[in-house]
């Protein structure tokens, strides 16, 4: 049980004082004894005591000496420290609490002052480490249920990506393989992990607007009329309404709505600009063009990679972003990017490099 108690540590080369202090308080609390300075300094770094009784006048290392030395040390720096001393002039009193002093306690010592001073200072040192360990238990639990909510929101996410494609057979994969490319600009560009996560859901849910657009459109083989293209243009505005209300950490809503718009103007629902546009978004397109071009639709066949590479490079600065297109390029004509054919347990998607000649988007289209 004595362990239990708080363990206070007396410094003072005088043996009556000492003795004094020892009588007052070894009912209470478990005691330490220096009687120089760098002795005070080794006890505490080793026992790192609740509190420190702390003469000044001292020969060698004097008390502020010895408070400086703890309080510039990582493992002591919090051990409260009293100062007992003869000094009564405001000076002296005023440099204690500057070194890091929390109290003073003067000479002659009356007992029930001592023990009200260290008591004291004690349970708020007490008090302060207790706190302290509820806020890691705190914190804990809310890493905990972040994590938790992360997991809620992959999947509801990932859940809205596939009522579209359940819809919309002929794209199916296709918001995931976005994702994958998207990501993987974004990263080539130097952008935030957190960004990053961002373009990753707009991604996945930047179709998600056709969740109302006829499936006898979305499925038509053949040219579509002008009529049923106008139709399919709205699925931008539609998504944007769908997730404008959700409270994500990013502008998701923003991205998906921007998704289908270019430099020039010449893009959809708004003609806005390139001032106007998310760099987000205009990431998304890059990928979004990428992918869809190189992949069978019901009104075209697929385009191919070649093709698709000679658009972005035709329009890179026109309609699509520079930076985003010459990242694009690297990745497929350097770095050997291609999709890969599945999603980890959380639905991240996942990143995988190939020899540029493995490359095929068409027939890995045909495999998801």
């Not at 302290?132 to 990506?161: C, D, P, W």
């Not at 809503?253 to 289908?260: E, I, Y």
Request: proline share 4%.
């Amino acid at each position: 049980m004595s362990q239990d108690r708080p363990l206070v540590l007396i410094v003072d080369d005088n043996p009556t004082n000492i003795d004094l202090l020892v009588a007052t308080l070894k009912k209470d609390y478990r005691l330490g004894i220096a009687k120089r300075g760098q002795q005070a300094i080794d006890y505490a770094r080793k026992f790192l005591p609740n509190l420190i009784l702390l003469d000044i006048m001292m020969p060698e290392m004097d008390g502020y000496q010895v408070c400086t030395t703890l309080k510039k040390d990582e493992a002591t720096a919090s051990i409260p420290i009293i100062f007992i001393t003869a000094m009564q002039d405001t000076a002296s009193k005023t440099r204690g609490f500057e070194e890091g002093a929390v109290d003073y306690i003067t000479k002659p010592f009356h007992t029930a002052e001592v023990l009200a001073r260290v008591r004291t200072h004690v349970e708020l040192d007490q008090a302060k480490a207790l706190l302290l360990s509820q806020n890691t238990v705190l914190e804990q639990k809310v890493q905990s249920k972040t994590s938790e909510l992360r997991e809620m929101l992959n999947g509801s996410i990932i859940s809205m990506a596939r009522m579209v494609e359940i819809r919309d057979p002929y794209t199916a994969g296709h918001q995931q393989r976005v994702a994958q490319l998207a990501c993987a600009i974004a990263a080539k560009m130097g952008l935030s992990e957190s960004v990053i996560e961002g373009i990753r859901i707009a991604s996945l849910l930047h179709d998600v607007g056709k969740i109302r657009i006829p499936v006898a459109i979305l499925s038509r083989a053949g040219t579509l009329l002008e009529a049923e293209l106008e139709v399919i243009k709205i699925h931008s505005q539609i998504g944007f309404e769908i997730l404008k209300n959700i409270p994500f950490p990013w502008p998701v809503a923003q991205m998906v709505f921007q998704h289908h718009e270019r430099l020039d103007g010449s893009g959809y629902p708004l003609g806005l600009r390139e001032a106007d546009l998310l760099l987000e978004s205009k990431i998304l397109t890059v990928a979004d063009v990428t992918e869809a071009k190189s992949s069978f639709r019901p009104y075209r066949p697929a385009l191919g990679l070649k093709a698709t590479i000679d658009e972005l490079k035709e329009y890179r600065g026109i309609y699509y972003d520079k930076d985003a297109v010459d990242a694009c390029l690297e990745l497929l004509d350097k770095d050997g990017f291609t999709f890969a054919d599945a999603e980890d347990k959380e639905g991240q998607p996942i990143l995988c490099v190939a020899s540029p000649e493995t490359i095929n988007l068409n027939q890995l289209r045909d495999r998801l």
